[in-house]
C-alpha cells in the first residue's frame, strides 16, 4: 500500500472535551516511551486546560476507523525573537504500528496549517536524542536546524520529570 492510500484514510480533528481521555491516553503511551511519567491528574490537567483555553495551544488527534492513532500537541508562548506568538510541538505521536506510513506527515502538515490560520510566527520543535529518524520528516516540512542547546531546570518538585538524556 503507497504512503498517499494510507493517509486517505486517515483524519486529523481537533481535540475536545469530548475526547479529553483519548488525548490522555495517547499522551501516557507517547510520553511513556520516552520513559517520562508525569502523574496521571497533572497530564489530564494539562489536557483540560489547553482544551478549554486555547491562548495555550492546541491539540490535534489522528483518526483512523476504528481508532485514534495520533496526536499532536502545539503550545503557544510569545517570542520577542519572532515577535509574536510562536509553537513549540511539544509531542507528535503516532501508534507504533502505524509509523511510517505518512500519517506523522499528515498530523504535522496539520499543526503547520493551524498555527498559519492562527497567526503564528513560527513553529519550533526538539528531536530527542535516540529519535534522529524523525529528523527527514521535519527536513520535509520546511523544518530548519538551530544550532542551540535545549536546558531545563524544575521550578517545584513535581516540575522535572525528564529523563537524563545526556548518557
Given at each position: 500500500?503507497?504512503?498517499?492510500a494510507?493517509?486517505?484514510?486517515v483524519t486529523?480533528?481537533p481535540?475536545?472535551?469530548?475526547?479529553?481521555?483519548?488525548a490522555?491516553?495517547?499522551?501516557?503511551v507517547q510520553?511513556g516511551?520516552h520513559?517520562?511519567?508525569?502523574?496521571?491528574?497533572?497530564?489530564?490537567?494539562?489536557?483540560?486546560?489547553v482544551?478549554?483555553?486555547s491562548?495555550?495551544?492546541f491539540i490535534?488527534?489522528?483518526?483512523?476507523?476504528?481508532?485514534?492513532i495520533?496526536i499532536?500537541?502545539?503550545?503557544?508562548?510569545?517570542?520577542?525573537?519572532h515577535g509574536?506568538?510562536?509553537g513549540?510541538?511539544?509531542?507528535?505521536?503516532?501508534?507504533?504500528?502505524?509509523r511510517?506510513?505518512?500519517?506523522?506527515?499528515?498530523?504535522l502538515a496539520?499543526v503547520i496549517s493551524?498555527?498559519?490560520?492562527?497567526g503564528w510566527?513560527?513553529v519550533?520543535?526538539?528531536v530527542v536524542?535516540g529519535?534522529e529518524r524523525a529528523?527527514p520528516?521535519?527536513?520535509?516540512h520546511?523544518?530548519?536546524?538551530?544550532?542551540?542547546?535545549?536546558?531545563?531546570r524544575?521550578?517545584?518538585?513535581?516540575?522535572l520529570?525528564?529523563?537524563?538524556?545526556?548518557?
Open positions: 500500500m503507497t504512503e498517499s494510507v493517509v486517505r484514510n486529523v480533528v481535540a475536545t472535551p469530548a475526547t479529553m481521555e483519548v490522555v491516553n495517547l499522551f501516557r510520553l516511551e520513559e517520562i511519567f508525569p502523574a496521571e491528574q497533572a497530564l489530564r490537567e494539562v489536557t483540560r486546560t482544551l478549554s483555553n491562548s495555550h495551544g490535534l488527534l489522528a483518526w483512523a476507523e476504528p481508532e485514534f495520533g499532536a500537541y502545539a503550545a503557544a508562548h510569545l517570542s520577542a525573537e509574536g506568538t510562536v513549540w510541538l511539544e509531542e507528535l505521536y503516532v501508534a507504533p504500528e502505524r511510517g506510513q505518512g500519517v506523522g506527515s499528515t498530523l496539520a493551524r498555527a498559519q490560520q492562527l510566527r513560527a519550533e520543535l526538539e536524542a529519535h529528523v520528516l521535519y527536513l520535509r520546511e523544518f530548519l536546524p538551530v544550532s542551540r542547546a535545549r536546558f531545563t524544575a521550578c517545584t518538585a513535581q516540575g520529570v525528564t529523563p537524563d538524556y545526556s548518557a
